[in-house]
């Protein structure tokens, strides 16, 4: 539960008489003597849990000021758990689907196994978390223990099945591995799918898919962590999205490095011959050298796949890492202070939406929200006071090592959560937990409740569950059609901040957790959702309010379908693109093809038209295929399309590059009702059958549906066109994208397609 203002005031008072206070207003402050141990040495364990406190890490900011502090509990001294040369890895095997419908994990542990290492290296494995298992070594209703080494695996531990997903499964494996087999350096790495910083790692399919968020994973090190001398070398994600700067965050009070990929993980991820027989040789190499290899052997391996473009993996220098979240948090309150001004977030907001992101994020494929924090920096640029340059200068120190594919040569090493859809109550709450930065959550809270406010939802103050006062409807403008300029807040700024700091002016960062006497390890409290309850009601209308014109769109003197903005249309303006639509023979049903670029957009003027030229992507039988971008830049465009392969709903992606050629990368499921990414990217063989997917609506009540193209074999000379349009009357919508999440879409226009491949719009 969410400390009220009062009880925070009282619990604050209480712990000046424990801890030393600063940050000028009285920012919570850490015990030097959390770390300290009675005992110390090599497997140093104890049984006895921690006193419990606020919490691992601290981090504060000072409203007055906007300077951040961070506070990590440290020890006076690390030493060494393990003999000089000597390497434990623990492995959190959590096998799911990727075991259960096709044996990645069996092929991991078969590459551990591989591996020729000695006494001094070893991998030390927990299995778990699958319907079934491609070995007769694991078994599905068992939570098994092994050890790898000498290219043999001994099981050292059985238990009953038990959730991986949960917190406690977690800490004692570290609590037991760390106590059993110590070593000069020690890493952990999750095994699993995963959802980036809102979603977590290691789905239990035998328990709902239940999977590990952040603070989960925070609580189980916190746990731990005072049953160590040493910490971690490194903790790495064998996982889709989890490199992000949240979970360096929660890593950086526990671990040296953190290895991790802002991009799903396609192919069989981490190559496990590859680390193990590169430590046997280098014992003594420490966690920015084996991360090198992790990286290097990782995409080698996804080129062997074939999967090498959209692969990414990076190296986190921890140690780095507070320098940057200071600089972020100074860049961050620059950024929501010239956010205040529509016409600069408009800005700022369409150079986001440009910015490279992952794991999908379309209508297709539905949404992860990570996007790449050098972007999100680069698009907050506002001027050269912005603090920008500083940020992603410390950016450019935490990453110590990364490798990337050409889909993703720009990307700067770490995501960061941004909403490009909007999230509901439940994933802000859990964003609200693992934040950086105060502005930064102000910035997005202030987008998102924009979007309640200009949707309508949000007139008299009720969606906002703190202070009834803090906002009020006089801020609405319920003539918003007016031709008067005006907006639904005033010049000065209706959204404050204040909500997001205490009586004393400072912003306190940390979980809150409670201990668990059953399970002998610290669990996080419930986040209090209810401020983020107004985001529930939000919903995307396809009229939005703050689309206004000087011009509708019409068809113009030249045959060029246009549109003109008015000031405050443009002001709210975050995107234009095209969708087509194809006409039944019957005329009774608009059958939507997708998404178009082809749009000529003048944004210092506000007049867009398009440029669609009739070509379109389709199968060799000529049927076109729904297309929806999943990013693009001056040399490439990703597409998805929806397609039944083999009779199962899945994607196929396809890249498309600056002279039309188009690569057909695979077939993908995207996210999944769970949050999780799909790590397995299916090529096509001969025989497949592929059936295209449409969105469409009937012609006379618009009503949304779904319809089915023909069933198309794949053949061994199969190549995805990119032609003409066939013979033919399409529709053409412009699109247009609000700062807001909500978007405009103008009414149809009819256009033919001949069959010399001439495009005319119809007169009126």
């Known amino acids: 539960m969410k ?50 406190t606020p919490s691992n890490t601290v981090l504060s900011v000072d409203k007055n000021t906007g300077v951040m502090t961070i506070e990590r509990p440290v020890r006076d001294e690390e030493v060494p758990m393990g003999e000089d040369g000597t390497w434990t890895i623990f492995v959190y095997l959590c096998g799911s689907d990727l075991e259960s419908e096709g044996g990645m994990a069996t092929d991991d542990l078969i590459e551990m196994m591989s591996a020729e290492i000695g006494d001094n290296v070893r991998f030390v494995v927990q299995t778990g978390g699958a319907y079934d298992w491609y070995n007769e070594d694991v078994d599905r209703n068992k939570l098994q223990r092994f050890v790898i080494q000498n290219q043999t695996m001994e099981e050292v531990y059985s238990a009953n099945a038990d959730n991986m997903g949960d917190t406690a499964v977690l800490t004692d494996f570290l609590r037991w591995g760390v106590k059993e087999y110590p070593a000069r350096h020690m890493g952990v790495v999750f095994w699993n799918h995963g959802g980036g910083s809102i979603e977590g790692v290691c789905y239990d399919e035998n328990n709902d898919e239940d999977a590990l968020i952040l603070t989960e994973i925070d609580a189980a090190f916190y746990s731990v962590a005072s049953e160590m001398t040493d910490r971690f070398e490194f903790v790495g994600f064998d996982a889709c999205l989890m490199g992000t700067v949240e979970t360096a965050n929660v890593l950086a009070s ?3 490095y953190m290895y991790g990929s802002q991009e799903t993980e396609p192919g069989s991820g981490w190559d496990y011959t590859a680390i193990g027989n590169f430590l046997n040789d280098n014992p ?20 062997s796949d074939e999967d090498s473009d959209i692969a990414t993996m990076s190296v986190i220098n921890l140690a780095a890492l507070d320098d940057f979240l200071i600089a972020f948090n100074t860049f961050a309150k620059s950024m929501y202070d010239a956010g205040g001004d529509a016409g600069t977030l408009a800005s700022m907001i369409r150079e986001i939406g440009h910015a490279e992101n992952f794991g999908g994020n379309n209508k297709s494929e539905d949404y992860t929200n990570m996007v790449d924090l050098g972007g999100l920096i680069e698009a907050g640029i506002t001027d050269s006071e912005s603090g920008a340059e500083e940020a992603l200068g410390a950016l450019k120190n935490v990453i ?8 993703h040569a720009s990307s700067s090493g770490l995501s960061v959560y941004y909403p490009l859809q909007v999230g509901g109550s439940t994933e802000l709450s859990v964003f609200e937990m693992v934040c950086i930065s105060p502005y930064y959550l102000a910035f997005i809270d202030r987008q998102n409740l924009g979007s309640a406010y200009a949707g309508g939802y949000c007139t008299d103050g009720s969606c906002y569950s703190g202070d009834d006062e803090y906002y009020d409807d006089e801020y609405y403008d319920d003539d918003y059609y007016d031709d008067e300029y005006s907006y ?22 940390y979980y809150e957790y409670e201990y668990d006497d059953a399970c002998g390890c610290y669990r996080r409290k419930t986040k209090d959702k209810s401020h983020w309850e107004y985001s529930d009601s939000i919903e995307q209308t396809g009229e939005s309010r703050l689309i206004t014109f000087l011009e509708e769109a019409h068809l113009n003197e030249e045959g060029k379908f246009t549109f003109t903005l008015d000031e405050r249309g443009l002001e709210n303006a975050a995107a234009v693109y095209g969708y087509v639509y194809e006409l039944t023979e019957d005329g009774n049903y608009f059958i939507e093809i997708g ?66 050629v188009i690569t057909v990368e695979g077939a993908w499921d995207g996210i999944d009702e769970h949050g999780a990414a799909s790590r397995i990217i299916t090529k096509l063989s001969k025989g497949d059958t592929i059936v295209p997917m449409y969105y469409s609506m009937d012609s006379e009540n618009f009503e949304d549906g779904e319809w089915q193209g023909s069933e198309y074999v794949v053949d061994e000379d199969f190549e995805i066109l990119y032609g003409m349009l066939e013979d033919a009357d399409y529709c053409y919508a412009f699109c247009i994208d609000d700062i807001y999440y909500d978007y405009y879409m103008t009414d149809f226009e009819l256009f033919h397609v001949d069959e010399n491949g001439d495009v005319w719009f119809y007169e009126e």
Not at 288 to 303: I, M, R
Not at 400 to 407: D, L, M, P
């Open 284 to 303: 003594d190499a420490d966690g920015a050298q084996l991360g090198k290899v992790v990286c290097d052997s990782y995409l080698e391996a996804t080129k």
């Open 254 to 256: 526990y671990a040296r």
């Open 3 to 52: 400390i009220n203002q009062k009880m925070k005031r009282i619990f604050c008072i209480i712990l000046s008489l424990l801890f030393i206070l600063s940050c000028f207003s009285g920012c919570l402050l850490l015990d030097d003597d959390f770390w300290e141990e009675e005992d110390v040495g090599s497997g140093f364990y104890s049984d006895e849990p921690l006193e419990w």
């Open 595 to 660: 998404e178009t670029l082809a749009v000529d957009g003048d944004y210092e003027n506000g007049i867009f038209e398009d440029c669609f030229d009739g070509y379109w992507i389709s199968l060799p039988d000529g049927q076109n295929l729904a297309t929806y971008i999943v990013e693009y830049d001056e040399d490439f465009v990703i597409y998805t399309t929806p397609i039944l392969l083999n009779g199962k709903e899945t994607h196929l992606r396809l890249k498309q590059n600056s002279e039309g």
């Open 488 to 509: 639904w807040y005033d010049d000065e700024g209706w959204y404050d901040d204040s909500y997001w700091f205490d009586e004393d002016d400072c912003w306190n960062s």
């Open 400 to 407: 110590s090592y990364q490798v990337s594919g050409s889909s």
